[in-house]
Protein backbone atom coordinates (compact mmCIF):
# COMPACT_ATOMS: atom_id res chain seq x y z
CA UNK A 1 0.00 0.00 0.00
CA UNK A 2 0.84 3.70 -0.63
CA UNK A 3 -0.30 6.57 1.08
CA UNK A 4 -0.94 9.86 -1.35
CA UNK A 5 -1.94 13.49 -0.53
CA UNK A 6 -4.30 14.76 -2.38
CA UNK A 7 -4.96 18.55 -2.05
CA UNK A 8 -8.45 19.97 -2.78
CA UNK A 9 -8.28 23.57 -0.88
CA UNK A 10 -11.94 23.80 -0.91
CA UNK A 11 -14.45 25.46 0.89
CA UNK A 12 -16.67 22.92 2.60
CA UNK A 13 -20.12 25.04 2.16
CA UNK A 14 -18.30 25.73 -1.28
CA UNK A 15 -21.72 24.88 -2.89
CA UNK A 16 -23.76 27.16 -0.44
CA UNK A 17 -21.00 29.79 -1.40
CA UNK A 18 -22.24 29.34 -5.09
CA UNK A 19 -25.66 29.67 -4.70
CA UNK A 20 -25.11 32.52 -2.77
CA UNK A 21 -22.37 34.35 -5.09
CA UNK A 22 -25.87 33.72 -7.95
CA UNK A 23 -28.43 35.29 -5.86
CA UNK A 24 -26.69 38.59 -5.04
CA UNK A 25 -25.51 39.07 -8.62
CA UNK A 26 -29.47 38.89 -9.31
CA UNK A 27 -30.05 40.96 -6.31
CA UNK A 28 -27.81 43.47 -7.89
CA UNK A 29 -28.95 43.44 -11.05
CA UNK A 30 -32.79 43.66 -9.93
CA UNK A 31 -31.58 46.78 -7.77
CA UNK A 32 -32.56 45.41 -4.86
CA UNK A 33 -31.27 45.86 -0.80
CA UNK A 34 -31.21 42.76 0.58
CA UNK A 35 -31.01 41.85 4.12
CA UNK A 36 -30.15 39.18 6.24
CA UNK A 37 -31.76 38.99 10.09
CA UNK A 38 -30.17 37.27 12.35
CA UNK A 39 -30.32 37.11 16.77
CA UNK A 40 -31.55 34.06 18.78
CA UNK A 41 -34.79 33.22 19.40
CA UNK A 42 -36.93 36.41 21.21
CA UNK A 43 -34.39 38.91 20.28
CA UNK A 44 -37.14 40.85 18.39
CA UNK A 45 -36.52 40.15 14.71
CA UNK A 46 -40.23 39.74 13.87
CA UNK A 47 -41.41 42.83 15.90
CA UNK A 48 -38.81 44.97 14.27
CA UNK A 49 -39.15 44.06 11.10
CA UNK A 50 -43.01 44.55 11.25
CA UNK A 51 -42.21 47.86 11.46
CA UNK A 52 -39.57 48.36 9.28
CA UNK A 53 -42.16 47.34 6.37
CA UNK A 54 -45.23 49.37 7.75
CA UNK A 55 -42.78 52.46 7.39
CA UNK A 56 -41.22 51.85 4.07
CA UNK A 57 -44.89 50.89 2.68
CA UNK A 58 -45.54 53.98 4.29
CA UNK A 59 -43.13 56.24 2.46
CA UNK A 60 -43.89 54.29 -0.56
CA UNK A 61 -40.90 52.10 -0.94
CA UNK A 62 -42.07 48.46 -2.08
CA UNK A 63 -40.84 45.88 0.08
CA UNK A 64 -40.81 42.27 0.66
CA UNK A 65 -39.31 39.41 3.25
CA UNK A 66 -38.97 36.06 3.86
CA UNK A 67 -38.81 34.40 7.36
CA UNK A 68 -37.42 31.27 7.94
CA UNK A 69 -38.88 28.95 10.91
CA UNK A 70 -38.24 25.83 12.20
CA UNK A 71 -42.10 24.92 12.43
CA UNK A 72 -44.65 27.61 12.35
CA UNK A 73 -45.83 30.34 9.98
CA UNK A 74 -46.67 32.58 12.97
CA UNK A 75 -44.13 35.33 11.60
CA UNK A 76 -45.32 35.15 8.70
CA UNK A 77 -48.60 35.85 9.49
CA UNK A 78 -47.66 38.73 11.91
CA UNK A 79 -45.17 40.55 8.85
CA UNK A 80 -48.13 40.01 6.56
CA UNK A 81 -50.32 42.53 8.21
CA UNK A 82 -47.69 45.20 7.35
CA UNK A 83 -49.84 44.28 4.13
CA UNK A 84 -46.06 43.51 2.42
CA UNK A 85 -45.56 40.10 0.75
CA UNK A 86 -44.54 37.49 3.19
CA UNK A 87 -43.16 34.27 2.64
CA UNK A 88 -42.70 31.52 4.72
CA UNK A 89 -39.27 28.63 4.48
CA UNK A 90 -40.00 26.36 7.42
CA UNK A 91 -36.79 24.74 7.63
CA UNK A 92 -38.28 21.45 9.33
CA UNK A 93 -35.90 21.23 12.21
CA UNK A 94 -32.73 23.25 10.34
CA UNK A 95 -31.15 26.02 12.69
CA UNK A 96 -30.43 28.09 9.79
CA UNK A 97 -31.37 29.39 6.22
CA UNK A 98 -29.01 28.57 3.46
CA UNK A 99 -28.78 29.59 0.08
CA UNK A 100 -30.91 27.13 -1.32
CA UNK A 101 -34.30 27.98 0.49
CA UNK A 102 -33.64 31.35 -0.37
CA UNK A 103 -33.63 30.34 -4.42
CA UNK A 104 -36.27 27.90 -4.38
CA UNK A 105 -38.60 30.45 -2.22
CA UNK A 106 -37.98 33.40 -4.71
CA UNK A 107 -39.29 30.77 -7.28
CA UNK A 108 -43.42 31.17 -8.06
CA UNK A 109 -43.47 33.61 -5.00
CA UNK A 110 -47.09 35.06 -6.67
CA UNK A 111 -47.01 39.05 -6.82
CA UNK A 112 -43.45 39.29 -6.45
CA UNK A 113 -40.52 40.13 -9.12
CA UNK A 114 -37.37 41.02 -7.60
CA UNK A 115 -36.75 44.29 -9.89
CA UNK A 116 -39.85 45.52 -8.17
CA UNK A 117 -38.54 45.36 -5.00
CA UNK A 118 -36.99 48.01 -3.21
CA UNK A 119 -35.99 45.86 -0.27
CA UNK A 120 -35.96 42.03 0.87
CA UNK A 121 -35.43 41.48 3.91
CA UNK A 122 -34.85 37.94 5.10
CA UNK A 123 -35.76 36.95 8.65
CA UNK A 124 -33.16 33.89 9.61
CA UNK A 125 -34.04 31.31 12.23
CA UNK A 126 -33.27 32.29 15.48
CA UNK A 127 -29.85 31.38 16.37
CA UNK A 128 -26.74 32.75 16.87
CA UNK A 129 -24.55 30.23 15.64
CA UNK A 130 -25.34 28.26 12.60
CA UNK A 131 -26.68 30.92 9.93
CA UNK A 132 -23.20 33.16 10.15
CA UNK A 133 -21.52 30.46 8.64
CA UNK A 134 -24.75 30.52 5.20
CA UNK A 135 -24.05 33.59 2.82
CA UNK A 136 -27.86 33.80 1.81
CA UNK A 137 -26.87 36.42 -0.90
CA UNK A 138 -27.50 39.86 1.11
CA UNK A 139 -25.78 42.95 0.70
CA UNK A 140 -26.39 43.69 4.26
CA UNK A 141 -25.94 41.45 7.30
CA UNK A 142 -28.03 42.70 10.61
CA UNK A 143 -26.95 41.20 13.73
CA UNK A 144 -29.53 41.88 16.97
CA UNK A 145 -29.53 41.71 20.70
CA UNK A 146 -32.27 43.00 23.17
CA UNK A 147 -31.31 44.61 25.77
CA UNK A 148 -32.60 40.80 27.99
CA UNK A 149 -29.71 39.32 27.28
CA UNK A 150 -26.99 40.79 28.83
CA UNK A 151 -23.83 43.22 26.87
CA UNK A 152 -21.51 40.33 26.64
CA UNK A 153 -23.52 38.37 23.12
CA UNK A 154 -21.20 39.97 21.07
CA UNK A 155 -18.42 38.61 22.32
CA UNK A 156 -20.03 35.05 23.34
CA UNK A 157 -20.72 35.38 19.58
CA UNK A 158 -17.46 36.91 17.35
CA UNK A 159 -18.24 34.80 14.60
CA UNK A 160 -21.91 36.50 14.17
CA UNK A 161 -21.00 39.96 14.93
CA UNK A 162 -17.62 40.19 12.75
CA UNK A 163 -19.24 38.96 9.67
CA UNK A 164 -22.31 41.47 10.60
CA UNK A 165 -22.44 45.18 8.90
CA UNK A 166 -24.92 46.34 10.99
CA UNK A 167 -25.96 45.84 14.34
CA UNK A 168 -29.36 46.48 16.36
CA UNK A 169 -30.25 47.07 20.32
CA UNK A 170 -33.92 46.18 20.29
CA UNK A 171 -35.96 46.72 23.29
CA UNK A 172 -34.09 50.01 24.96
CA UNK A 173 -37.84 50.72 26.29
CA UNK A 174 -36.57 47.72 28.90
CA UNK A 175 -33.00 49.21 29.34
CA UNK A 176 -34.18 50.95 32.64
CA UNK A 177 -35.66 47.70 34.36
CA UNK A 178 -33.23 45.76 32.75
CA UNK A 179 -30.35 47.76 34.10
CA UNK A 180 -29.04 47.65 30.63
CA UNK A 181 -25.23 48.80 30.17
CA UNK A 182 -25.53 50.55 27.03
CA UNK A 183 -21.94 52.03 27.20
CA UNK A 184 -20.50 48.51 27.79
CA UNK A 185 -22.86 47.25 25.10
CA UNK A 186 -20.94 49.18 22.46
CA UNK A 187 -18.10 49.12 23.29
CA UNK A 188 -18.46 44.98 23.11
CA UNK A 189 -19.94 45.20 19.78
CA UNK A 190 -16.83 47.59 18.54
CA UNK A 191 -14.49 45.48 19.69
CA UNK A 192 -15.47 42.39 17.85
CA UNK A 193 -16.33 44.36 14.53
CA UNK A 194 -14.67 47.85 14.65
CA UNK A 195 -16.40 50.87 12.89
CA UNK A 196 -19.98 48.36 12.19
CA UNK A 197 -23.24 50.80 12.37
CA UNK A 198 -24.98 50.45 15.67
CA UNK A 199 -29.11 51.02 15.87
CA UNK A 200 -30.93 51.04 19.21
CA UNK A 201 -34.09 50.72 18.81
CA UNK A 202 -37.82 49.91 20.27
CA UNK A 203 -40.83 48.14 18.48
CA UNK A 204 -42.65 49.05 21.81
CA UNK A 205 -42.26 53.04 20.95
CA UNK A 206 -40.70 53.21 18.09
CA UNK A 207 -37.28 54.80 19.00
CA UNK A 208 -34.76 54.41 16.95
CA UNK A 209 -36.20 53.82 13.87
CA UNK A 210 -35.91 56.71 11.89
CA UNK A 211 -32.10 56.20 12.19
CA UNK A 212 -32.62 53.07 11.08
CA UNK A 213 -34.74 54.39 7.84
CA UNK A 214 -32.08 56.59 6.99
CA UNK A 215 -29.83 54.18 6.49
CA UNK A 216 -31.75 51.99 4.32
CA UNK A 217 -32.67 54.64 2.18
CA UNK A 218 -28.80 55.49 1.89
CA UNK A 219 -27.89 52.06 1.42
CA UNK A 220 -30.75 51.73 -1.26
CA UNK A 221 -29.45 54.28 -3.06
CA UNK A 222 -26.13 51.72 -3.59
CA UNK A 223 -27.99 49.31 -5.10
CA UNK B 1 -26.29 22.01 15.50
CA UNK B 2 -24.71 22.55 11.82
CA UNK B 3 -22.04 20.71 12.99
CA UNK B 4 -24.04 18.06 11.11
CA UNK B 5 -24.47 19.88 7.73
CA UNK B 6 -21.00 20.87 8.02
CA UNK B 7 -19.86 17.17 8.35
CA UNK B 8 -22.49 16.04 5.67
CA UNK B 9 -20.72 18.52 3.66
CA UNK B 10 -17.59 17.10 3.73
CA UNK B 11 -18.57 13.54 3.13
CA UNK B 12 -20.10 14.74 -0.19
CA UNK B 13 -16.82 16.44 -1.27
CA UNK B 14 -14.44 14.16 0.32
CA UNK B 15 -16.85 11.20 -1.84
CA UNK B 16 -16.77 13.31 -4.85
CA UNK B 17 -12.54 13.68 -4.84
CA UNK B 18 -11.85 10.48 -3.73
CA UNK B 19 -14.12 9.21 -6.79
CA UNK B 20 -11.56 9.83 -8.85
CA UNK B 21 -8.86 7.31 -7.28
CA UNK B 22 -10.90 3.75 -7.38
CA UNK B 23 -9.29 1.53 -5.36
CA UNK B 24 -7.97 3.50 -2.84
CA UNK B 25 -9.07 4.28 0.88
CA UNK B 26 -9.91 7.77 2.54
CA UNK B 27 -7.69 7.60 5.82
CA UNK B 28 -7.60 11.29 6.87
CA UNK B 29 -9.36 14.42 6.04
CA UNK B 30 -7.64 17.92 7.05
CA UNK B 31 -9.54 21.00 7.34
CA UNK B 32 -8.52 24.27 7.91
CA UNK B 33 -10.87 26.14 10.30
CA UNK B 34 -10.57 29.77 11.28
CA UNK B 35 -11.24 30.96 14.94
CA UNK B 36 -14.00 32.99 13.51
CA UNK B 37 -16.10 30.02 11.96
CA UNK B 38 -18.63 29.10 14.41
CA UNK B 39 -17.55 25.36 14.20
CA UNK B 40 -17.52 23.45 17.52
CA UNK B 41 -14.45 21.17 17.16
CA UNK B 42 -15.60 17.98 19.39
CA UNK B 43 -19.14 18.79 17.93
CA UNK B 44 -17.79 18.29 14.51
CA UNK B 45 -15.54 15.24 14.91
CA UNK B 46 -18.95 13.50 16.67
CA UNK B 47 -20.73 14.48 13.83
CA UNK B 48 -18.33 13.13 11.52
CA UNK B 49 -18.65 9.76 12.54
CA UNK B 50 -22.35 10.13 12.52
CA UNK B 51 -22.28 11.29 8.84
CA UNK B 52 -19.42 9.33 7.76
CA UNK B 53 -20.58 5.83 9.05
CA UNK B 54 -22.06 3.99 5.79
CA UNK B 55 -20.28 6.00 3.41
CA UNK B 56 -17.16 5.60 1.07
CA UNK B 57 -15.35 7.58 3.76
CA UNK B 58 -15.94 5.78 6.90
CA UNK B 59 -13.42 5.28 9.22
CA UNK B 60 -10.95 7.94 7.89
CA UNK B 61 -9.57 9.99 10.42
CA UNK B 62 -10.96 14.19 11.02
CA UNK B 63 -7.78 16.51 11.32
CA UNK B 64 -9.17 19.70 12.27
CA UNK B 65 -5.89 22.80 11.51
CA UNK B 66 -7.45 25.69 13.60
CA UNK B 67 -6.41 29.03 12.09
CA UNK B 68 -5.73 32.26 14.35
CA UNK B 69 -7.54 35.64 13.45
CA UNK B 70 -5.18 37.39 11.60
CA UNK B 71 -6.02 41.54 11.24
CA UNK B 72 -4.59 44.20 9.27
CA UNK B 73 -3.43 47.47 11.02
CA UNK B 74 -4.16 50.56 8.95
CA UNK B 75 -1.41 52.69 11.68
CA UNK B 76 0.81 49.89 11.39
CA UNK B 77 0.48 48.71 7.84
CA UNK B 78 1.36 45.02 9.43
CA UNK B 79 -0.66 41.87 9.36
CA UNK B 80 -0.59 39.97 12.69
CA UNK B 81 -2.45 36.92 14.49
CA UNK B 82 -4.92 37.99 17.46
CA UNK B 83 -4.84 35.82 20.69
CA UNK B 84 -7.98 34.85 20.65
CA UNK B 85 -11.57 36.78 19.16
CA UNK B 86 -12.39 38.89 21.94
CA UNK B 87 -11.12 42.25 20.76
CA UNK B 88 -9.98 43.22 17.59
CA UNK B 89 -6.85 45.11 18.58
CA UNK B 90 -3.70 45.39 16.36
CA UNK B 91 -1.47 43.75 18.97
CA UNK B 92 1.69 46.08 18.09
CA UNK B 93 0.02 49.50 18.47
CA UNK B 94 -3.67 48.48 20.16
CA UNK B 95 -6.21 50.54 17.71
CA UNK B 96 -9.13 48.65 16.90
CA UNK B 97 -8.35 46.59 13.42
CA UNK B 98 -11.68 45.71 11.31
CA UNK B 99 -9.70 44.72 8.32
CA UNK B 100 -9.77 40.88 8.47
CA UNK B 101 -7.02 39.08 6.99
CA UNK B 102 -7.83 35.34 8.11
CA UNK B 103 -10.31 33.75 10.59
CA UNK B 104 -13.37 32.74 8.86
CA UNK B 105 -11.64 29.75 6.61
CA UNK B 106 -13.93 26.22 6.57
CA UNK B 107 -12.07 24.53 4.35
CA UNK B 108 -11.12 20.95 3.23
CA UNK B 109 -7.21 21.58 2.92
CA UNK B 110 -6.46 17.72 1.58
CA UNK B 111 -7.61 14.52 2.00
CA UNK B 112 -4.80 11.09 2.32
CA UNK B 113 -5.47 7.95 0.04
CA UNK B 114 -4.43 4.65 0.96
CA UNK B 115 -4.04 3.70 -2.33
CA UNK B 116 -2.95 -0.35 -3.38
CA UNK B 117 0.33 -0.19 -5.39
CA UNK B 118 -0.30 -0.39 -9.15
CA UNK B 119 1.85 -3.55 -9.58
CA UNK B 120 -0.08 -4.94 -6.64
CA UNK B 121 -3.38 -4.33 -7.70
CA UNK B 122 -2.47 -6.44 -10.90
CA UNK B 123 -1.31 -9.52 -8.98
CA UNK B 124 -4.25 -8.81 -6.22
CA UNK B 125 -6.59 -9.09 -10.05
CA UNK B 126 -4.27 -12.20 -11.07
CA UNK B 127 -5.11 -13.68 -7.59
CA UNK B 128 -8.86 -13.83 -7.54
CA UNK B 129 -8.97 -16.94 -9.30
CA UNK B 130 -7.45 -18.74 -6.78
CA UNK B 131 -7.87 -16.61 -3.85
CA UNK B 132 -4.94 -16.71 -0.44
CA UNK B 133 -6.59 -16.23 2.84
CA UNK B 134 -3.54 -15.09 4.14
CA UNK B 135 -3.39 -11.79 1.39
CA UNK B 136 -6.78 -10.98 1.51
CA UNK B 137 -6.59 -8.78 4.45
CA UNK B 138 -4.14 -6.64 2.92
N1 LIG C 1 -40.83 45.60 25.40
C1 LIG C 1 -40.52 45.20 24.16
N2 LIG C 1 -40.85 43.96 23.76
C2 LIG C 1 -40.51 43.57 22.50
C3 LIG C 1 -39.85 44.44 21.59
N3 LIG C 1 -39.64 43.79 20.44
C4 LIG C 1 -40.16 42.55 20.61
N4 LIG C 1 -40.68 42.43 21.84
C5 LIG C 1 -41.33 41.23 22.40
O1 LIG C 1 -40.37 40.17 22.44
C6 LIG C 1 -40.97 38.94 22.11
C7 LIG C 1 -40.24 38.30 20.94
O2 LIG C 1 -40.34 39.15 19.81
P1 LIG C 1 -40.23 38.59 18.31
O3 LIG C 1 -40.36 39.77 17.42
O4 LIG C 1 -41.18 37.49 18.11
O5 LIG C 1 -38.74 38.03 18.33
P2 LIG C 1 -37.97 37.11 17.25
O6 LIG C 1 -38.02 35.71 17.77
O7 LIG C 1 -36.56 37.63 17.25
O8 LIG C 1 -38.64 37.28 15.92
C8 LIG C 1 -42.43 39.24 21.79
O9 LIG C 1 -43.18 38.95 22.95
C9 LIG C 1 -42.41 40.72 21.48
O10 LIG C 1 -43.64 41.34 21.79
C10 LIG C 1 -39.54 45.76 22.06
O11 LIG C 1 -38.95 46.59 21.34
N5 LIG C 1 -39.89 46.08 23.34
MG1 LIG D 1 -39.38 35.93 14.57
ZN1 LIG E 1 -1.15 48.67 14.63
Given amino acids: ?223 | MHELSIAASIVEAVTESASAYPGARVIAVRLRVGALASVVEDSLQFCWELASEGSPVAGAKLVINKLPVIVHCDACGVDSELEGVQSFRCPRCGELAADLRQGRELEIESIELEEPEPNESKRMESETDKPDPVEEHI
Fill in chain 1, 1 to 223: MTTRIVELRRGILKKNDELAAGLRQRFTSAGVLVLNLVSSPGTGKTAFLELTLRALRARGADAAALVGDLETDNDARRLAASGAPVRQINTHGICHLDAEMVTKHLEGWEGVSLAGLNYLFIENVGNLVCPSSYDLGERIRVALLSVTEGEDKPLKYPGLFNSSDAAVITKIDLAVPCAFDRDLALKNINEIRPGIRIFETSAKTGAGMDEWLAYLAEQAKHS
